[in-house]
């Protein structure tokens, strides 16, 4: 089999018999930071701060982006536990 890629996409060559493909699709750009709300590059009190404000009901300015990486604890939401998973990352340093 060959594989080859261009500008991510990916040509497979192989034989004409019975082949299982299976393809692991990953977010493209970079990777968010688990519990960097504000997308500064790190995980800070600051942090913390926004997304209780978030999740107290007040609006501050998140990107689309920060509340996924909001989702610290990777439960798919963004909740009063992913503050105490942010604090975590914090402790661990
Ligand atoms: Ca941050
Ligand atoms: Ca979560």
Known sequence: ??????DGAYTFTMPAS???VT???????PAGLGGDVDCDGLVTMADVT??????NGEDPEITAQGLLN?????DGGADIRDIAAIY???AEG
């Not at 909001?70 to 990777?74: H, M, P, S």
């Open 18 to 20: 019975s082949v299982t």
């Open 50 to 55: 926004l997304l209780a404000m978030y999740l």
């Open 70 to 74: 909001a989702d610290a604890n990777g």
């Open 1 to 6: 089999m060959t594989v080859t890629e261009s």
């Open 23 to 29: 393809a692991v699709l990953e977010p493209t750009g």
């Open 88 to 90: 975590a990352v914090i």
